[in-house]
Structure formats: structure tokens, C-alpha cells
């Protein structure tokens, strides 16, 4: 970038050792790592560029090959000494590419050394079960050991328009070539060597193959025809909840039967399985009438996952879909909801949303954002200084829009905690004297700056407490304060102390968990008995004060004082049993009570 601008004149300088000036400066090139059995034939390519004394510039260019020891001599004009820009490599059927740049001059009292890799070389062709070419198939190279597959790209490329590919592969390396049946993009571009280009996605009809083979120097190993048998496609359709079609949604197939995954690109895969045998994964995008195909092995399964949906923000994590090969899947969806950011009724192009349990959002140009809600949102709009109130939205809010007023009358409130151990999570919820309440999650690093929020004037009471994140958040006991906003900004310092939390932990003779109760006295005797979260695989549960949840491990869902605490508890045909436990700051206390 700061590199002289060259004029409107430049010198072009051929080749030829005329094109220098008599006894004028040379740079020699050695190229280093060559094999014996495989020699460098192609040119080394050289272009300089210089800035003249009357402000013009000049380059110079020329091609050499080598010689058999790997030497290429280069005669240069006169100016080459001023150059401030150059560039020197070359491409050579039996090795790496080569490539140096430089700002700054070639030293040209000594040799530049240039490392050279060899290669081995396979060929060979990609056709499907009638030997008819296919025309942009990828060719991946995998590296083995043992037998078995090492995810990691070691050479890949696409077949001609004749089906037929040239790839370049680490030497002597036992491989696993993997042809996957990629579609052409249609583009009149092609890659180094002739392959043509695909688009990423899977062809429906054709399953990969793979075959184990392995490089050597000197020579292309013809490996011959790799040859793609027939899919039975999975199809399918993904509409609205309505029955309208949604178009450009994505759809990705992940395939049974595998023993390991090798990554094809960043999107599509491949299961390899233990014959040695290959099975195709990655996704493919709805047409405009909603459908889809995506590739399978004939009396095979596989699972179905939606991850985009074109124009729309999908809030949730979808779960997956088992289909068969063959199979006609249906995916419904709820319609989604216009969230739209607005100041004064207008809409604000491009505005923020904040959510909690859910990563932002953005509005577009036109001021709104068109979210799928596989699950509750909590969301307000954020525009400069102003903020809308926090509002919950539930899935049953499909298919209507939500405006979120966003306004400039808010009152920053700044929170600090006093204390050798930072704070970089909280929980608040305020509650003014007129009733309403919210609550908002923060969230901050280390770099300086309190935790904000913003409210409107008036007489509030305000928790602060634990948050979701790191865990000194996490286990940060509530602080309370009553506050009087008005209109001038104020910072609140609180202090900040931990508590701990408990696990509990209760199973019969056999080892299975029950119900019962679980009642926590403190030291002094006062009641501090909790609610229990068990984690499920589909969701968490959270019962009652003192509720002990049947089914897994139970835990404590407040934040305690440390201390000594007793715990009373009660289970049905096991009786009653007292235990006691101590909690310690940012810790988690497991008890494990074995009943008979």
C-alpha cells in the first residue's frame, strides 16, 4: 500500500538477453528439493517494476527454465537495482507451485533459493454405472494409516469436461481417492489442469466412490475408471404451516452407517465405512415449489436436518428428521414473525435486536426481521441510544408482526462490583411503582466499562444477581437497591460476594433415581430451600420449591451463602433421612444419598 504509484508510462522488456544492458545486474535462481526422477521442465516467471528517475515507471518481465542442476539465470536492465516491487514462481507438473514476492529490491550478489516440493501424480477418469463421463466431479486425495482414512485433504481437483482429472498427491503415500458427484456450475471457468468448476452441492442421483491406491514420482498412476453408481434419492418438501412452498431453504443430509466422517469441503462429507466404501452427507437447497432430493444408499437411512431458511432468521435449534432411502419427506414450518424496529411508528433500517438465550439479530434495510421461532424469544430493538421495552414472544405469534417502539427518553443506569474478583456476568430485574418489571441478562469482557441498562424515569427496585456464563457470574449472590431515574445518568457500585450451589444426587437399591422432597435450613435455622432443575434430552425440568425431580440428578437452581446447611428430606416407602452439607463460594456441592 505505501509502494510508489507507477505512471502512465511503463518500459515493457522482453526476455531476451538484448533486452539488458551489457554487463548489467543478473539474478540468479536456484531452485532447491528437486528429485532425480523427476525433473523441473516449465519456465520460472520473473516481473519486476521500478520507478524511474523522471517519476515513470518500468517493469521488466521474462520466462527461463531452469537447467538440470536447477539454475535459471536472469539478465536485468540497468534500473533493476531501484526496483521496489518483484515477483518470481513457476508451475511444474511434478511439484508444488512456487511463488515469492517482495517489496524491496533482489539482492543480486546472491543466489535466490527457491524450496521446491515433489509430487506423485494420479489420473485417471470418473463415470457413472453406463461409462458415461462426468463432467466436474471432485477427485478428493485422503491420506491412510493402518488401513483407515485421515480426515485432511492431501490433494484434490475436478474432472475435464471429458471426466477424465490429473491430481497431485504427497509421494509414496497410501491414499483413498474419493469421487463425489458434484454438479458443474454451468460457468465457463476452469480450475489448474482443465477441471471444471462446481456449484458445492451433491448431485442426487449418483452415490461417491472411493478406491485405495497410492502415488508415485515420475509418472501419473493411471488408476483408470472410478465409476458412481445409482442413488435412491431421499425427496421431499418444505412448506409453511399453511401448505405454501418455502423456497431456498437448506436442507442437509446426514447419513447412517459410517464409522468415520471426512470432510469434503465446508459443507459437504462423506461417511467412510469399514469395506473401505463411501456414503454421501451435505446439503442441498428447496426449489421454488418447496422440494428437495438429496442422495441415499438403496435400504439405507439417514437423518434429515433444516438449517437456512432463505430470508429468515430460524430462532431454535431444529431437530432432525430419520427418512429412508426412497422415503417422501414432509417438513412443516410456523410462519414467521415480523419483528419490526420502529421510532416514532417508523420503521429504523438496519437496527439491532437483542435477545435473551439467543444470539442477535439485525434488521434489515426496511427496518424489520423475519424470525422462524422454534422456541420463546424475549427481544428488544436497539437503535444508537434508544431502546424499546423487552418483549416475550411466543411460538404461537406465527405469521404476525411485533413492533418494538424504541425510545430516546431512556436513563443509562451504570453498574459496577466492588471486589478482587471480576464480574462479567449478571442477571437483572427491575420492577417500577407502577408495576412493570423487566429483567435483562449482561454479558461484558474485560476490557473497562460498567454493565448498562436503560430505563425510563421513575421509582425502581432492582435485584442484581447471577447470570448465565462464566462462573463468577454464575454464582454471584443477589444485591438489592431501590433507585429514583430521572433524566441524568447513574452509576450504582454493589459489592461483590459468591455463593455456592448443591447437586443432589438420590437412587434406590437398584440405581435408579426418585421422588421425594428436600427441605434446606441454614445455620441459624431459617428456611432456604430451593427449586431443582433436572437436565432431559429434549428439555430441563424445573419442579417446585423442594420438589427432588424422579429420573436424574437434581440441581440446585439458586445461589447459597457459603456455610453449613442441613438438608431435610423425604421420600415415599423410603422414609425420611437429615444429612448435612457445607457450600463454598463458586463451588458445586455433590450429595449422593443411596436409599434402601
Not at 434495510?365 to 416475550?392: F, I, N, Q, T, Y
Not at 422432597?517 to 441459624?524: K, N, T
Not at 435455622?525 to 434430552?537: H, Q
Request: with cysteine; proline share 7%; aromatic share 4%.
Amino acid at each position: 500500500a505505501n509502494a510508489p504509484q507507477l505512471g502512465n508510462e511503463r518500459e515493457a522488456v522482453g526476455a531476451s538477453a538484448a533486452a539488458a544492458e551489457a554487463n548489467g545486474p543478473q539474478l540468479r535462481v536456484r531452485l532447491r528439493g528437486m528429485h532425480a526422477k523427476a525433473p523441473w521442465t516449465a519456465p520460472l516467471h520473473l516481473d519486476i517494476d521500478a520507478l524511474l528517475a523522471n517519476r515513470d515507471g518500468a517493469t521488466h518481465t521474462a520466462a527461463i527454465a531452469p537447467d538440470a542442476d536447477g539454475l535459471a539465470v536472469f539478465p536485468l536492465p540497468a534500473w533493476a537495482p531501484r526496483m521496489f516491487r518483484g515477483r518470481i514462481g513457476g508451475t511444474d507438473a511434478n511439484y508444488r507451485a512456487v511463488l515469492q514476492r517482495t517489496n524491496a529490491p533482489f539482492d543480486f550478489t546472491q543466489e535466490l533459493v527457491l524450496d521446491v516440493q515433489v509430487v506423485a501424480l494420479v489420473a485417471g477418469r470418473v463415470v457413472d454405472a453406463q461409462r458415461t463421463p462426468l463432467s466436474g466431479a471432485r477427485v478428493v486425495a485422503f491420506a491412510m494409516r493402518d488401513g483407515a482414512p485421515i480426515d485432511g485433504i492431501v490433494g484434490q481437483t475436478n474432472t475435464r469436461t471429458d471426466g477424465t482429472f490429473r491430481i497431485a498427491v504427497p509421494p509414496e503415500q497410501p491414499l483413498l481417492m474419493v469421487a463425489v458427484p458434484t454438479r458443474a456450475s454451468g460457468k465457463r471457468i476452469t480450475m489448474d489442469g482443465g477441471g471444471v468448476m462446481d456449484d458445492g452441492r451433491l448431485r442426487s442421483d449418483l452415490l461417491p466412490a472411493s478406491l485405495a491406491t497410492r502415488g508415485v514420482i515420475g509418472a501419473p498412476l493411471d488408476v483408470g475408471d472410478i465409476v458412481l453408481g445409482a442413488a435412491t434419492p431421499i425427496t421431499g418438501v418444505v412448506r409453511w404451516s399453511d401448505g405454501a412452498p418455502v423456497a431456498n431453504a437448506k436442507v442437509i443430509v446426514a447419513p447412517y452407517g459410517a464409522q468415520s466422517g471426512l470432510q469434503i469441503d465446508e459443507h459437504n462429507f462423506v461417511g467412510a465405512r469399514a469395506d473401505g466404501s463411501v456414503i454421501p452427507g451435505g446439503p442441498t437447497t428447496t426449489a421454488k415449489d418447496g422440494s428437495f432430493a438429496l442422495p441415499a444408499v438403496a435400504g439405507g437411512g439417514a437423518e434429515l436436518w433444516l438449517l437456512e431458511i432463505g430470508g429468515c432468521e430460524v430462532v431454535g435449534e431444529p431437530s432432525g428428521r430419520k427418512a429412508n432411502a426412497g422415503e417422501h419427506v414432509i417438513i412443516e414450518l410456523p410462519r414467521p414473525v415480523r419483528l419490526r424496529v420502529t421510532e416514532r411508528g417508523t420503521p429504523v433500517p438496519l437496527a439491532r435486536l437483542e435477545t435473551e438465550g439467543w444470539m442477535p439479530l439485525k434488521a434489515n434495510p426496511e427496518g424489520h426481521v423475519d424470525a422462524v421461532l422454534l422456541k420463546a424469544l424475549r427481544v428488544r430493538g436497539v437503535h444508537e441510544a434508544a431502546r424499546s421495552a423487552w418483549r416475550d414472544v411466543p411460538t404461537t405469534a406465527a405469521g404476525t408482526t411485533i413492533d418494538l417502539e424504541v425510545a430516546r427518553e431512556l436513563t443509562p443506569i451504570a453498574i459496577e462490583f466492588d471486589g478482587d474478583i471480576p464480574v462479567r456476568n449478571t442477571s437483572i430485574h427491575w420492577r417500577r411503582s407502577d408495576g412493570v418489571e423487566g429483567r435483562e441478562h449482561l454479558l461484558r469482557d474485560d476490557r473497562p466499562g460498567a454493565f448498562e441498562i436503560f430505563l425510563e424515569p421513575g421509582r425502581y427496585h432492582l435485584t442484581v444477581g447471577p447470570g448465565g456464563g462464566e462462573r463468577n457470574g454464575m454464582f454471584l449472590l443477589p444485591v438489592e437497591r431501590d433507585i429514583d431515574v430521572g433524566a441524568a445518568r447513574i452509576e450504582l457500585r454493589l459489592p461483590a460476594a459468591f455463593g455456592g450451589m448443591f447437586t443432589l444426587s438420590a437412587t434406590n437399591s437398584s440405581g435408579l433415581h426418585v421422588a421425594g422432597r428436600c427441605a434446606v435450613l441454614g445455620a441459624d435455622g431459617r428456611d432456604c430451600t430451593v427449586s431443582f432443575l433436572m437436565r432431559g434430552t429434549n428439555d430441563n425440568l424445573i419442579g417446585l420449591p423442594g420438589d427432588v425431580i424422579q429420573g436424574g440428578v437434581n440441581e440446585c437452581t439458586n445461589v447459597l451463602p457459603p456455610g453449613e446447611y442441613e438438608l431435610l428430606l423425604d421420600f415415599p416407602e423410603h422414609g425420611a433421612q437429615r444429612t448435612r452439607i457445607t457450600i463454598k463460594p463458586r463451588e458445586v456441592t455433590e450429595v449422593r444419598i443411596r436409599l434402601p
